[in-house]
């Protein structure tokens, strides 16, 4: 029998890499901090990474089964509801990438990982273990729980999140960062959103210093909502009741067509968006984070979960292919993520500022380039309109740009 790694934190990432490891042998603890299993939170994007990683933990079936597989990832705007572009998702998308572009519910997707670990003999799933911190010597690490229990094995993965306590016994690098951002989130059934908005899409509708985000969920049962503002929050706080006031507060600008999204919403939620500077201290020994642990980013790349994914599969191979050598592992495993996961977050904030709520003249050329962008990326037989959508943004830019003293070249 190998020997038995501890998991801190049962969320996506934690419960992957608890099955990641188990399929190679090890016998894994996972010590989650809440009294049961459950996430919370509604929609969230995936990638055809995410899709690779869950072919490689065998859950790729059941990922595909609960997923819904839209066909486009549009971009509007938000102050003329005009169409500024989109990419096409399908035949070309997944012949391109090798697995689709779906949206799933978060607790749905979550519900899968706790049922394989709960199936998986080599699993152990525990609750109510709130761990604080953690001690090592050459040949164990051990996580310490609040209560005064120690759970040891071969070594520790943080998976705990983005206030993750293992990070900062290792990093120490404080509290997160506020990026300045609220998102609101609500979940509506399908015949509350509006009628032609029902697209099979992942919708962005940008506008200054705000963005309004929906695509079905469920089999199509229900829609996602996710509306952010930058509204400069000091503090930060997650899944806090808003009132229906509170939310519109950011948007009184949008079109009416947008706007009409937020007045079906129900029951909404705020969370103050957060992430962390990119670090390459990952690993102390026989200690490794993993996930928002490692590398929280912003929402704006729809990577997060996806990232966590990854890290799991990399995890459990570079412990595999040692074969005991632990530290080597974690080493090989840090090398591995550590710059693609930089580059990932640091590029979500590049996204949330402009993308995502760019303001006046940055706004128009944004979006020209946009555009443009994706008229020479997308598939031959939908290049005609976008290049349409360019050439208008486009003549909307200059006529902008020429009042300035100096005209940026486009």
Known sequence: MRQDPIIVGGGIGGLAAAIALARKGFHVTVLERAPRYQEIGAGIQLGPNAFHAFDRLALGDAARSIAVFIDQLRLMDAISAEEITSIDLTSYFRQRFGNPYAVVHRGDLHGIFVRACEAHPHVTLRSDCDVIGYEQNDASATALLKSGERVTGCLV???????????????????????????????????????????????????????????????????????????????????????????????????????????????????????????????????????????????????????????????????????????????????????????????????????????????????????????????????SRHSRNGRRLREKTRAVLSRCSSPIPL
């Open 157 to 383: 993965v943080g998976a705990d999140g983005l206030r993750s306590r293992i990070r900062q016994q290792m990093v120490a690098d404080g509290a997160p960062r506020v990026a300045g951002h609220t998102t609101y989130r609500s979940v509506i059934p399908t015949e509350q959103m509006p009628e032609d908005l029902r697209w099979n899409a992942a919708t962005l509708w940008a506008g200054a210093k705000c963005h309004l985000v929906h695509y079905p969920l469920s089999g199509w049962k229900v829609f996602n909502l996710a509306i952010t503002c930058h509204n400069d929050p000091v503090e930060a706080f997650a899944a806090k009741p808003a009132t229906h006031e509170e939310v519109l507060e950011g948007f009184r600008d949008v079109h009416p067509r947008a706007k009409a999204i937020i007045h079906h919403g129900r029951e909404w939620k705020a969370w103050v968006t957060c992430d962390r500077d990119p670090t390459d201290r990952w690993i102390d020994r026989r200690v490794a984070l993993l996930g928002d642990a490692a590398h929280p980013m912003l929402q704006y790349f729809a990577q997060g979960a996806c990232m966590a994914l990854e890290d799991a599969v990399c995890l459990a191979d570079e412990l595999d292919e040692t074969e005991g050598d632990v530290a080597h592992a974690l080493d090989q495993y840090r090398n591995a993520r550590v710059l693609r996961t930089a580059r990932v977050q640091l590029q979500a904030r590049e996204l949330g500022d402009h993308v995502y709520h760019p303001a006046g003249v940055h706004a128009i050329s944004s979006y020209a380039r946009q555009a443009w962008s994706a008229s020479a990326r997308i598939s031959p037989g939908s290049i």
